[in-house]
């Protein structure tokens, strides 16, 4: 039953009849509506054609490939046949032609002795040959498997996979349009009720404490000990991802002042990765460039097109996308001076001056992003682009440096770890190590009792220039000692690997409302709807 028909069988008139309250009200009863929607309006109930458009294509590949797959299955049944016809005559002509190969068979026993005893004459010969190869053959499989830096640089970086065949690109098609179709039910059609968050300490801990245990005790997992290696990086996105999530679902405001701090480490992320991708492989091409803004913003796209949401309400991918390109821009510009210490300081220094007077300056983050309002704005104003994005604005600048001075932090480590013959070069090593965890430990305690516990809007004022805290001693105390270094919890690298999809989804399958109301699958159970909805593949 439609929405006209619903509203017609309660006895209301259609909204176009109804005045405008009453419309109002029949909409938010009904159907939900998000309130920042223009629900006077039927128009934003309507299919918009670019939404026909992705259903009709969605349609046109599952037809294509079930054609495809009749098609290819008649011809496996004729080939089969073929085959079987050409078998039977193939043993037809075998039996006609027995009585002539037994004679040939013969004659070939006899060359294949007198063969057989010059291979034996020459087998001692070519043992020892045999033997020097395996040797030659050994020593240069050990040999390249003692390269570590070329392994783990390849391990860090992501790899070209090999295009799809034809048949899996309209899976892929047909998978994906199934989960728009689905965004577009939950969020835009609204078939599910919706209700309020609703808050437990208790329970937030619990499950938070809950799932580490699971993780540790079923999914730990060895690892390179190297300093912030892949898959220590990938599981420090997937617990943050997770309370991140889980902050807007339980409606834990409590912990805003940590969440704005895991968003400041995926920045962190954004200019450590993409610094140390270009600082190595030296890849500026159109290719890298285009690939990325790819990867950062074609779900989101296509999801505003479904939803009809604004760019900015996924602001994560307005952020990333802006601070990749101006990593891109900070590396590519100049790139001759990469190379160069002091030359690389001007430009961090010039980084860090551009961004204070963009971001800190008032009205000229503004004016210099007006011209980018059309996909930066939010409900015609540049307000949120220019909250969000100056709450970490210096964020990616000690991303940058952080992975700029990697060798030698990784040289200072592995030097305190070394094994010395000499006892009180032992004891300075361990004192060192000590001093420098006393340090960490007593900014992180400073920064917890002076600075987290400050109010919402006291504490975003102050964030930008105190972020660095929490984010370094993090690093710091992960990565202290070979044997935390050679572990990951491969439940949340797992998560860690689909950061921007669970971002995305969560607004759409767990919330609606820009994560304000829940989505209700089972009537009068609040916390159904998150384990239903985790059946659905992010």
Not at 132 to 154: F, G, L, R
Not at 380 to 397: I, V
Request: hydrophobic fraction near 45%; glycine fraction near 4%.
């Amino acid at each position: 039953m439609n929405f006209y028909s619903r509203l017609q069988v309660r006895g209301h008139r259609t909204p176009r009849e109804a005045s405008h309250e009453t419309a109002v009200s029949i909409l938010h009863e009904h159907l939900g509506l998000l309130p920042n929607r223009d629900v006077a309006s039927v128009d934003t109930l309507k299919p918009t054609l670019m939404q026909l458009a992705f259903f009709y294509l969605w349609i046109a590949a599952m037809i294509t490939l079930i054609i495809r797959i009749v098609y290819q299955s008649i011809v496996k049944l004729i080939k089969g046949d073929r085959n079987a016809a050409n078998a039977v005559d193939g043993r037809n002509a075998g039996e006609n032609l027995s009585p002539n190969t037994n004679v040939e068979q013969n004659s070939s026993n006899e060359t294949s002795n007198s063969v057989t005893v010059k291979q034996a004459s020459d087998g001692q010969s070519s043992e020892s040959f045999t033997a020097i190869k395996d040797i030659d053959e050994d020593n240069q499989a050990v040999a390249e498997t003692n390269i570590p830096s070329n392994a783990e640089k390849e391990r860090n970086f992501s790899k070209v996979k090999p295009p799809p065949s034809f048949d899996d690109l309209l899976k892929y098609l047909i998978v994906f349009g199934g989960l728009l179709l689905y965004f577009y039910l939950c969020d835009y059609d609204h078939i599910f009720p919706r209700q309020e968050r609703t808050y437990s300490r208790d329970l937030f801990l619990f499950l938070c404490v809950l799932l580490v245990i699971v993780a540790g005790a079923f999914t730990l997992k060895p690892c390179p000990d190297t300093i912030l290696n892949r898959d220590q990086t990938e599981e420090w996105k997937g617990w943050m991802q997770v309370m991140f999530v889980w902050y807007h679902y339980y409606a834990a405001k409590e912990t805003y002042n940590y969440i704005r701090v895991f968003i400041a480490s995926y920045v962190w992320m954004t200019g450590f990765g993409n610094f140390s991708f270009f600082l190595v492989r030296k890849d500026y091409s159109l290719w890298r460039l285009l690939k990325m803004l790819f990867r950062l913003n074609f779900l989101v796209l296509c999801v505003c097109v479904v939803t009809k949401n604004e760019y900015m309400l996924y602001y994560i991918c307005a952020m990333h996308t802006y601070w990749f390109l101006s990593v891109y821009a900070f590396m590519r510009i100049l790139s001759s001076w990469n190379e160069h210490r002091w030359k690389m300081a001007a430009k961090f220094l010039l980084y860090f001056v551009c961004n204070t007077v963009i971001f800190d300056v008032p009205n000229v983050g503004e004016t210099l992003f007006t011209p980018f309002s059309f996909v930066l704005g939010y409900k015609g104003s540049m307000h949120e682009w220019m909250f969000r994005a100056g709450l970490d604005h210096h964020a990616t600048l000690l991303g940058m440096l952080c992975a700029y001075n990697y060798p030698n932090y990784e040289k200072l480590l592995n030097y305190l770890e070394k094994k010395f013959a000499a006892p009180y070069k032992r004891l300075l090593a361990m004192a060192a190590k000590f001093v420098l965890s006393i340090v960490f430990a007593a900014a992180l305690y400073l920064w917890q009792t002076q600075i987290m516990y400050k109010e919402k809007f006291e504490y975003n004022a102050i964030h930008p220039y105190t972020s660095w805290i929490p984010i370094l001693s993090y690093i710091f105390f992960r990565n202290l000692f070979p044997l935390m270094r050679s572990y990951h919890l491969d439940l949340f690298a797992w998560l860690g690997k689909i950061t921007l999809e669970t971002y995305i989804s969560q607004l759409h399958v767990y919330m609606q409302d820009n994560a304000r109301q829940l989505i209700v699958y089972i009537p009068d159970y609040p916390l159904q709807p998150e384990a239903v909805a985790k059946c659905y593949p992010d």
